[in-house]
């Protein structure tokens, strides 16, 4: 079973930036595209970054320009720098593979206030 454990999550202002990382054991992470994705109380758990084997990127229009998904290979990590919070960023994330789930790991609450 694949093991994913995400961090860095807390509470932040408005405005503010926080830094979320993964980690991942127990496949080959070099070989898979990566995902972080987000549920919000009362809401489908949606993908809003994913990066791929060779480093591209795609991001939800929801997070455009502010959130930025990198990878380090060696380490086995992938990482989500969050800029220019919003209240609505409040959810749940989460890593994953992209479009090709495993297991989920317990994920990294994350709450914008105003």
């Known amino acids: 079973q694949v093991q994913l454990v995400e961090s860095g999550g807390g509470l932040v202002q408005v405005g503010g930036s926080l830094r979320l990382s993964c980690t991942i054991s127990?496949?080959?992470?070099?070989?898979?595209?990566i995902g972080w994705y987000r549920q919000a109380p009362g809401k489908q758990r949606e993908l809003i970054a994913q990066?791929?084997?060779?480093?591209?990127?795609r991001y939800s229009d929801s997070v455009e320009g502010r959130f930025t998904i990198s990878r380090d290979n060696e380490k086995n990590t992938a990482y989500l720098e969050m800029n220019s919070l919003k209240p609505e960023d409040t959810a749940r994330y989460y890593c994953?593979?992209?479009?090709?789930?495993?297991?989920w790991g317990q994920g990294t609450q994350v709450t914008v206030s105003s």
């Open positions: 127990g496949t080959t992470f070099r070989l898979a595209a």
């Open positions: 990066i791929g084997l060779g480093g591209g990127t």
């Open positions: 994953n593979r992209a479009h090709a789930e495993w297991n």
